[in-house]
């Protein structure tokens, strides 16, 4: 009887310790693709700001062409993105929000996102 206790006791602890390294890997998982999704981020955002910087400067200066003053041209650029952040501080909830808490859920748990599919 008390051979039995202790076969069942190490059973046990066996499959304890098997779900902690189960829950560990899942866990190493899910922060590997957060933070590959980060840098991924961080990096095409970082690129995007230059190809935008410059994009907006070469914009600046044509319309400062055709409008004969430099000042006026960077003065329209500026008046655009103040328009771009007027829409985006408008439609923020649909733009980013939703879509961010999307990602995550399927970022975090891609288990759950598999079976909405079928």
Known sequence: MTENIDNIRKEVQEYVEIKLDLIRLHTAEHLARLLSSASTIVIAGYLAFFILMFLSFAGGFYIGSLLHSNEAGFLC???????????????????????????????LFPKFDNDENK
Request: a positive charge; zero cysteines; charged letters at 20%.
């Open 77 to 107: 650029v500026a008046g655009f993105y103040f328009l771009v952040l007027i829409v985006f501080l408008v439609f923020r909830k649909q733009i980013v929000e939703r879509p961010v808490i999307k990602a995550v859920v399927r970022l």
